[in-house]
């Protein structure tokens, strides 16, 4: 990518990958992002736990009943935890990681999608975050946020269309309503 605003442009979810494997390099790449991630007063509360292995892929994929299916098919699912007691503002040390491993990944020429665990609910209609949790062994302390998918793009997203930008949300010195 040859600069940041390319990179926002082109940065679309990404739900279908190829088989092909991440390479040690760039699983590397994608995580120094998350650890060099802003965090509040430095507390970094996140943690991570990657998985490739397929079957523990196709159990995390049934964790809702909508939106989960891709990391059924992606390469590397990488749980995205934080620590409650270390930050009052994990969520958005979390949230904040979880964006700068997708951004690192596009710039690798990946594919990611984030997949909303905190808050969601499996088929079942029990916590998912919960469903996460037993599967991977999660001690009770940490929360679950995100599992963000990542592989090599069997799909093509059309970058952001500009004409679409809703600049009706931007407002200049105050707030101001508009028709
Ligand atoms: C907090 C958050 C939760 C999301 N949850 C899901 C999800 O559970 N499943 C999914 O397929 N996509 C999920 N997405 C991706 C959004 O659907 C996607 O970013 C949005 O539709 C805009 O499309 P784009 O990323 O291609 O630009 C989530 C994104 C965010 C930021």
Known sequence: MNNFQDLVRN????????????SA??????MKAALMSPASKGKNPWQFVL???KDTLRKLS????HGSKP???CSLAIVVLADP????VWIEDAAIASIMMQLQAEDLGLGSCWIQIRERLT????????????????????QVLSVVTFGHKAQ???????????????????YKLKE
């Open 11 to 22: 940065r679309r979810s990404i739900r279908k990958y190829t088989e092909e494997p991440l």
């Open 25 to 30: 390099e760039q699983v590397e790449t994608i």
């Open 51 to 53: 998985v490739e292995d």
């Open 62 to 65: 049934l964790c809702k009943e």
């Open 71 to 73: 990391i059924e098919g």
């Open 85 to 88: 007691f270390a930050s009052d």
């Open 123 to 142: 088929p079942a209609g029990t916590p998912a975050d919960e469903y996460v949790r037993e599967i991977l062994d999660i001690p009770l302390q940490l």
């Open 156 to 174: 093509d997203r059309p970058p952001f269309d500009e004409e679409k930008l809703q600049w009706e949300k931007v407002h200049i010195g105050q």
